[in-house]
C-alpha cells in the first residue's frame, strides 16, 4: 500500500531549527515532485516548498525562503525539509504530498498521496 510518513515534527523555541522527513513506501519517488504543506488552527492549508522530481527546481513560500531549505534521496526514497530560524508563525501541522507531473507548477493541483502530518509548534 503506497504510503507517506512524516517525522522530525516537535516542539522548538523561536530561532531554533527542525528536520523534518517524509519517506515514502510502496512506491518509488523518483518520478514526483513533492510538496510540504502546512495548516495552522484556524487557517487554510498552505504550499511551503516544493522540489521537482530531478531536483533542479526548488520553490518556497516567500514567508520560509532563506529559513526552509528541501531536499530528497533518491536512494533513500525521503524528502527533507530543514527548517531554521524558525518563528511563532510557523507552527503548524506539516504534511507531505507527491504530484505526478513531477514539476513544481501550482500547489493548487490534485496530489496523489499525502501524509498524516507532523506537528511542529515554535513557542519560547
Known amino acids: 500500500q503506497p504510503r507517506l510518513v512524516e517525522s522530525g515534527g516537535g516542539t522548538v523555541q523561536p530561532g531554533g531549527s527542525l528536520t523534518l522527513s517524509c519517506e515514502a513506501s510502496?512506491?518509488?519517488?523518483?518520478?514526483?515532485?513533492m510538496s510540504w504543506f502546512r495548516q495552522a488552527p484556524g487557517k487554510e492549508r498552505e504550499g511551503v516548498s516544493c522540489?521537482?522530481?530531478?531536483?533542479?527546481?526548488?520553490e518556497y513560500v516567500e514567508s520560509v525562503k532563506g529559513r526552509f531549505t528541501i531536499s530528497r534521496d533518491h536512494a533513500a526514497n525521503t524528502v527533507t525539509l530543514q527548517m531554521d530560524r524558525l518563528k511563532p508563525e510557523d507552527t503548524a501541522i506539516y504534511f507531505c504530498?507527491?504530484?505526478?507531473?513531477?514539476?513544481?507548477?501550482?500547489?493548487?493541483?490534485?496530489?496523489?498521496?499525502w501524509g498524516q502530518g507532523t506537528q511542529v509548534t515554535v513557542s519560547p
Open positions: 504530498a507527491a504530484d505526478r507531473t513531477g514539476l513544481c507548477l501550482s500547489w493548487n493541483i490534485e496530489y496523489e498521496y
Open positions: 510502496g512506491f518509488a519517488l523518483d518520478y514526483y515532485a
Open positions: 522540489i521537482s522530481n530531478s531536483g533542479s527546481t526548488k
